[in-house]
């Protein structure tokens, strides 16, 4: 899901949690947003557009508004500003990811990936992102129309496929990504384009399995029903003090962000329960290689 966009301004995950967290102090103390824009000598339209995560926020902002709120707590005080500038670097950000068209919605998730140092992954249809093989990303853009969102975008295939080879490059860097990935056992029985791609595809997953730093698991189909099987979703976690973790779901035509609070720990709830009844990691190797065996 890419920032949103208003005008030149730009609604960053980041920049939406610290406005909400804002906006929930203020409405806390019974003010309005004509009473923080005096506080700030600024508009109304201004304070609109912080609480909405449409700009950067300037410490001496987040300093004056938490003074005017009530706000005394050094702790919350310091999240808030720690909050911002973590965003205000994001916004500034420039990476590879800014060469590539075919990212699409993609865009912003593939900052915030770049820059998590842990990835929660629940995949109940595909093989995740980062552990795709070309050959199988290829064949999921040949899915007819309507039955993927990938092949949504009229980018080119090769293109696309690069990128994602890029993402993957977080799982090799220094220090490398950390990815705990469950998928659906329906995830391994329907492969697109073939038993070529297929082993290939199993190969490459058991390779990755062996990877310090990724974990993978199947859940089985007899490991009951659970509220993943409503679709995917990623809990993306990061480093610094105060940057909660943020959750992205991606469905047939819409992306959904979490950012932070009970929900995103909601998420991070389900997530373990999964991987909880899921095979054990090495049973999952010895799942995969006897599949191989009979594709």
């Avoid at 993957?168 to 391994?188: F, G, K, M, N, W």
């Avoid at 095979?279 to 999952?284: A, G, I, P, Q």
Wanted: hydrophobic share 40%; glycine share 10%; charged share 25%.
């Amino acid at each position: 899901m890419t920032a949103n966009q208003q005008g030149h301004s730009t609604s960053t995950v980041l920049g939406r949690r610290l406005g909400g967290e804002l906006v929930k102090l203020r409405t806390t103390a019974g003010l309005t947003q004509t009473h923080a824009a005096k506080a700030l000598t600024a508009s109304t339209t201004k304070v609109a557009k912080m609480e909405g995560g449409w700009v950067p926020m300037r410490d001496p902002d987040i300093r004056a508004l938490c003074e005017l709120y009530g706000v005394h707590d050094p702790g919350v005080v310091g999240r808030l500003l720690e909050l911002a500038r973590i965003d205000r670097e994001r916004r500034k950000a420039k990476g590879w990811w800014d060469d590539y068209t075919t990212l699409g919605v993609m865009h912003e998730y593939v900052t915030l990936e770049n820059a998590a140092t842990a990835i929660k992954a629940w995949q109940p249809g595909f093989v995740p992102g980062l552990l795709q093989t070309p050959e199988y990303t290829m064949a999921l853009r040949d899915f007819p129309a309507g039955a993927t969102g990938l092949n949504q975008r009229k980018d080119p295939d090769a293109e696309f496929v690069a990128a994602r080879l890029e993402r993957q490059r977080r799982l090799s860097d220094t220090p490398p990504l950390t990815l705990r990935a469950v998928i659906y056992e329906a995830v391994v029985r329907n492969f697109p384009g073939g038993s070529e791609i297929a082993r290939a595809q199993i190969d490459h997953l058991v390779k990755m399995a062996e990877v310090p730093n990724v974990t993978l698991r199947v859940f089985p189909f007899g490991g009951g029903p659970h509220q993943g099987l409503n679709g995917p979703f990623n809990v993306i976690s990061f480093a610094e003090p105060g940057a909660m973790d943020v959750v992205y779901s991606e469905t047939l035509f819409t992306q959904t962000w979490v950012e932070g609070g009970e929900g995103a720990a909601s998420y991070d709830e389900l997530f373990e329960t999964i991987a909880r009844l899921s095979l054990s990691e090495r049973d999952t190797v010895s799942f995969l290689h006897a599949l191989r065996k009979d594709l």
